[in-house]
């Protein structure tokens, strides 16, 4: 990157305004929040303080942020390199504001809008023409810490380097996608995403479902986030709705489908009784009380109980495993739903075609933009591809649809889907030039798919692969056969672990990455087949489960070669234990890991509490605290299930280390710690067996006994709660073996850890906690 970006200013400390600088402030840069007085920005930076989701990373970041006001800080302006807009969408009021900072910018600093649909060509207009130069749109998606995308839209006097750079620091510092859009209205995620729901609304009507109908079939069925379309509408604010419908229609002369963005009768009258979604705490649903959740009627417009009828093409749907094949079996079924979802695909396929090249050039752009934008699984070509092209244009003739003539001209030429492969890179139909071009992908981002079918695969079972990454390094990635998003360790993986370090090893290779292929690392082990084990009491196999996984995991610790874990996501239980057993952690900013097997009624079983003590024991080594002080500490964590919601929180609660190293872009994680094996890997040496570790014995489990009898009292936890605080206090305080003149070594701990974990697996309340949190995918308190 040719051009630096270490300090910005940010106009506008409203919630995204205020989102941004503390994005910013996560990936260490400092910034200036201004308002239209020091009171409104002071306001903005602590709202960042109680905001949920937290935007933040670690709260003392939060001190790299300095409040400012045009009145007495303009000149603060001049020692920034970039200065991004985040007020209201008046095209009167931004543009005040540009006259009133520009003559205090530097001759360098770069000028963007985050405007979501304001033309670019109306807002550079009085500008100076050097500013208009440096002047694009940066389109932020809320929250901006936790959505991956940022729309780039630039204009005919617009420096493209400089939007290349902008990039280049969007990705690579902020960790965000970036798409290049047009001066177009809504730009790309926004006009598609918007058109699906207003459609959604349309066919709702026509099909006469209802709210919670709409709901369930248009989520996570689809590959859509879960709050699906209204309660999405709901969050997002149906005020912001109607204002980004009526912005495609006012300007959407061109659209054939324009009239769809016209407001429908029954949300103008939610409009008129200020009924906005969750902000007003009522829109499409209503919650009453904590358990109370009412659904809209929209013929009468009163509230009624939110009930979700069964069908047809979801319970077909269930059946598959993979969205592809999830998609592909539910528009097929001939039932409501599946009539409404076919025309509900076909509509948005269709619209999103027509829209090259008027929003975007090329499908790359158009499907990040719905996949990073609005949390779709798959983006629209990717989906029309999974329900095989020629086989639904057909049916879309058959509808009566027209089809877009460039995607006909496609098949015309033999081309089949509008992804490929050429043999050595991932490929995307390019309608200019009527031909095949690579998929544009980041030097850092490593695709699994690509470095199998280019002869990295080295050995592949059910869940897990060995991959060559090049230059002496391989690596396992997880994929579970039965559960591909959350990944549950299995058998399979623990068996490629295994497998990989004899394979490093005889192949005189560098080291090994761990990672995963799935939308989680792991979350945790495979409940399933534990409720089948203790259903037969078949306590051996039990026992087997656990000893071969910490025997594994202890098999990738003392490798004669460095073990470099790349988690992101999800990584619980029996995950986080996976990478905990490596000698580094190369994590994505987004980890949310911990030790929760109290959830489900056991303890860590597969070397989790080993590897707490450890981490523990060295981080307070240094303070010289004591035996108590470690079983304490890991008490807090285990038996209290934290989860981090940040990589730099799981520092802070003890599961990564300050050795460890965060990456905010999850897409670079790979290739980073591969990076770090290498790095390693000059002069390595497996570490020895600890023999080391102090844990307090019977006087620790006493203190700890009297805290929990305090909290059983107060009713804070039940009574099973309080037997398994037991059981893991034993452990954590080093069994009978325990003292703090008593060293204890690994195997030790590994071999008491075990048998607790069996010995609660055998209580029926843990069993009723495994099967509750298989149905209901929460834990039960009994």
């Not at 405007?115 to 100076?128: C, Q, R």
């Not at 730009?187 to 058109?195: D, L, M, Q, S, T």
């Not at 890997?681 to 014995?697: C, Q």
Request: charged content about 25%; hydrophobic content about 45%; some cysteine.
């Amino acid at each position: 990157m040719a051009f630096k970006i270490e300090k910005v200013a940010i106009l506008g400390a409203g919630v995204m305004g205020a989102q941004i600088a503390t994005h910013l402030s996560n990936a260490g840069i400092p910034s200036f929040l201004f308002d239209m007085n020091q009171e409104l920005a002071v306001k903005g930076l602590e709202g960042m303080k109680k905001l949920k989701p937290s935007p933040v990373y670690n709260p003392k970041t939060l001190g790299m942020i300095t409040p400012c006001n045009y009145d007495d800080h303009l000149d603060k302006i001049g020692e920034v390199d970039w200065v991004v807009e985040v007020i209201a969408e008046r095209l009167d009021w931004k543009q005040g504001l540009f006259e009133k900072i520009i003559p205090h910018m530097s001759d360098s600093a770069l000028l963007t809008s985050n405007t979501s649909g304001l033309a670019l060509s109306e807002m550079v207009s009085s500008m100076p023409e050097d500013v208009k130069q440096r002047f694009f749109i940066t389109h932020f998606f809320n929250p901006p810490r936790y959505m991956k995308l940022v729309e780039l839209v630039g204009g005919s006097e617009t420096d493209q380097e400089a939007m290349e750079d902008m990039a280049v620091f969007l990705e690579d510092v902020l960790g965000k996608g970036v798409v290049w859009a047009k001066d177009t209205a809504n730009f790309i995620a926004n006009r598609i995403g918007v058109y699906g729901m207003m459609l959604t609304l349309k066919l709702a009507r026509e099909k006469r479902l209802s709210i919670p109908d709409v709901d369930g079939l248009t989520g996570t069925a689809i590959g859509h986030m879960k709050s699906a379309t209204f309660r999405t509408a709901d969050v997002v604010g149906l005020d912001t709705l109607v204002h980004v419908a009526e912005n495609a229609y006012d300007k959407g002369e061109a659209d054939e489908e324009r009239d769809i963005f016209l407001i429908p009768d029954y949300l103008k009258s939610m409009l008129d009784n200020g009924w906005l979604g969750a902000k007003t705490k009522q829109g499409f649903y209503k919650k009453v009380d904590r358990k109370t959740i009412l659904a809209l009627n929209l013929d009468t417009l009163e509230y009624e109980p939110s009930v979700k009828k069964k069908f047809d093409a979801i319970r077909v749907s269930k059946n598959e495993t993979y969205l592809p094949g999830k998609l592909r079996s539910i528009v097929k079924i001939d039932d409501v739903a599946g009539k409404f979802l076919w025309e509900l695909h076909a509509g948005i396929l269709i619209y999103s075609a027509n829209r090259l090249p008027e929003i975007s050039d090329d499908i790359v752009n158009i499907d990040n933009a719905m996949k990073w934008g609005f949390g779709w699984e798959m983006g629209p070509f990717e989906i029309w591809d999974a329900l095989g092209v020629a086989e639904t244009i057909t049916r879309m003739k058959q509808d009566g649809y027209k089809i877009p003539a460039w995607v006909t001209n496609m098949l015309g030429k033999g081309i089949a889907s509008f992804y490929g492969f050429d043999g050595q890179v991932k490929t995307y139909y390019d309608p200019a030039s009527e031909s095949m071009q690579a998929v544009p992908t980041h030097l850092l981002a490593v695709d699994f798919d690509v470095v199998k079918k280019t002869g990295g695969l080295i050995k592949k079972d059910w869940s897990a692969s060995l991959i060559d990454l090049g230059d002496g390094v391989a690596a396992v990635t997880m994929h579970s056969v039965l559960q591909p998003t959350f990944n549950p360790i299995d058998g399979s993986m623990i068996g490629m672990f295994d497998q990989a370090v004899d394979w490093v090893q005889e192949n005189g290779y560098k080291g090994l990455v761990i990672a995963s292929e799935a939308t989680h690392f792991s979350a945790g082990a495979n409940l399933a087949l534990m409720l089948k084990a203790i259903d037969e009491k078949d306590w051996d196999s039990l026992e087997a489960m656990s000893k071969g996984m910490q025997d594994t995991l202890q098999k990738l610790r003392f490798a004669s070669f460095p073990v470099v874990a790349a988690p992101h996501s999800l990584a619980l239980g029996g995950g986080y234990e996976t990478i905990g057993a490596c000698d580094r952690i190369v994590a994505a900013a987004e980890l949310y890991t911990g030790l929760v097997e109290v959830g489900v009624g056991l303890i860590p079983g597969g070397g989790g509490n080993l590897r707490m003590i450890m981490k523990t024991s060295d981080r307070l080594a240094k303070g010289r605290a004591g035996a108590f002080p470690v079983a304490q500490k890991c008490f807090e964590a285990i038996g209290f299930a934290k989860v981090s919601m940040s990589a730099k929180e799981a520092v802070a609660i003890g599961y990564l280390t300050k050795q460890d190293k965060i990456i905010i872009n999850g897409d670079h994680r790979v290739a980073k710690a591969k990076e770090e094996v290498l790095a390693m890997s000059e002069g390595y040496a497996a570490p020895d067996m600890r023999t080391d570790l102090f844990l307090p014995g019977k006087g620790g489990r006493l203190a700890v006994r009297s805290t929990v009898k305090g909290f059983l009292k107060t009713g804070k936890i039940s009574e099973h709660d309080a037997f398994i605080a037991e059981k893991l206090a034993f452990v954590l305080t080093g069994g009978d073996k325990g003292g703090i003149m008593k060293p204890l070594d690994e195997q030790y701990l590994l071999d008491i850890e075990r048998e607790a974990f069996v010995s609660l697996a055998g209580e029926p309340k843990t069993r009723a906690r495994i099967e509750y949190m298989l149905k209901r995918g929460k834990p039960l308190r009994n």
